[in-house]
Every structure is written in C-alpha cells, then in structure tokens.
C-alpha cells in the first residue's frame, strides 16, 4: 500500500522566514514519482514540482528547494524568504510505478504574515 | 490559453436532487479525472477516464456517474444516493492515463453544497 504523510497540519510564519514543509511516504515499489502542489485560497491545484526516484538531486527553482532522500523516505520542500503570496495550502503526492494512482498526503496548511 | 476549466465554481442543490458537475479541457490530454477534496483531507478519486467512451471507479465511486463522450470533456454527475455529496470537486487530466508517469493538471474547481 502507499501513503504519503504529511504530519505539520498548519504553520505559520513572518515574511522574509525560510520554511520547511515536510513529506514522509511509504511504497514497496523501486519506481515511483513524487510531486508537490500549491493550493492557494482560489482553490485551484498548481503543480510544482515531479521527481523520479532514480533521482536524488536536489532541484532549486528559484525561492523554492526540494530535498528528496530516499534513505529517510522524504521529499522536503523548502521556501526561503517567503512572501505572502505563499499562502497556500501545500500538498505531497506519490506515484508508485507506471500504472498506479496519485496518492495524497492531507496538506499542509502555510500562512504567512506580513 | 490552453487550460482545464471547471463550471460553475459554486453549485448548491436541494437533498434528493442529482446535479452535474462540467470539466473542460483543451489541451489535447487523454486522460481526465475527478477527485474530491473535504477539509483537512487530501485529494480522493472518484473517477477516471483514460480514453473516449471508457472511464473507471476510483476509491470512491458510489453515488457519482460520468461520460466521456469527447476527449475534452468529462462531466460528472453527483446522484441523490450520495449520502454527504457537499464538498470541493476537482477535475484533472494528463496527456496519458494511469499508465504513464505524466503529470495531472488541475481545474479550477467546484464547490457543491447541499442544503
């Protein structure tokens, strides 16, 4: 079975802050993909970011850093120096294999203040 | 712009009323698909569709239908059997179905209530 565990529910921040968003997931499989989609108050799922688990590079896209480590079973978003335009719901998703379901994490709720 | 548009972005229904959901899609994907989102959940599958005429169940398929009649458009139509249908309905699609690795786009959204 897979699951995607996304343990912080809400976090809050200042402007300017660097935040970590933690992903945890569980596959049996030795191919799978991992994403990460932006959710803002509109409603509408932005998708951020796809990584293969042939893949351990981290990727830097410009305030935004994943850090995928397949000893821990993690794939870390990070936003450094955010900004309130960053207030979304954020949330983890897996798939494992080629011919499988998108498996959500619950989302993580990022406020951040002026 | 090529995109996914869902309407109408507010639905309310009266209990014992079926209602139908639109997705639309112009960007040539194949592959579309519901999910439904409840607060402080992720996203759950209600329905997929790889090709024309042929969809199938997600994880939670019972009380919804759908039809895929033509490649850019996916409806969904939420039944009076579905017995708390009042939620955030997404529609996505990718250009290959669950057989490949592509990534899902998303719509807009629907918020239904049922009053």
């Known amino acids: 079975a897979q699951k995607v565990t996304q343990a912080q529910t809400e976090i809050s921040v200042v402007e300017k802050e660097d935040v970590t968003l933690d992903c945890v997931y569980e596959t049996r499989d030795t191919t799978y993909y991992l994403f990460w989609y932006k959710q803002p108050p509109s409603g509408e799922l932005v998708f951020l970011i796809r990584?293969?688990?042939?893949?351990?590079q981290n990727e830097i896209s410009g305030r935004y850093s994943w850090n995928f480590q397949k000893s821990t079973s993690s794939f870390n978003f990070t936003i450094t120096a955010s900004q309130v335009v960053d207030s979304a719901v954020y949330f983890c998703a897996l798939r494992p294999g080629a011919n499988s379901k998108l498996t959500f994490g619950k989302g993580i709720t990022l406020s951040v203040r002026p | 712009d090529g995109g996914i548009t869902q309407s109408p972005k507010y639905l309310f229904r009266k209990e014992g009323q079926n209602v139908t959901l639109s997705c639309e899609q112009n960007?040539?994907?194949?592959?579309m698909y519901w999910y439904r989102q409840d607060p402080g959940q992720g996203l759950r599958l209600i329905y997929y569709?790889?090709?024309?005429?042929?969809?199938q169940k997600g994880d939670i398929a019972e009380g919804y239908s759908v039809s895929r009649e033509k490649k850019e458009s996916f409806p969904l139509t939420v039944t009076s059997a579905q017995k708390n249908p009042t939620a955030f309905y997404l529609c996505a699609s990718s250009i290959a179905g669950l057989g490949s690795t592509d990534t899902q786009y998303f719509g807009p959204g629907t918020r239904l209530t049922v009053l």
């Open positions: 960007l040539n994907h194949d592959a």
């Open positions: 990584r293969n688990s042939f893949d351990e």
């Open positions: 569709s790889q090709i024309v005429n042929d969809f």
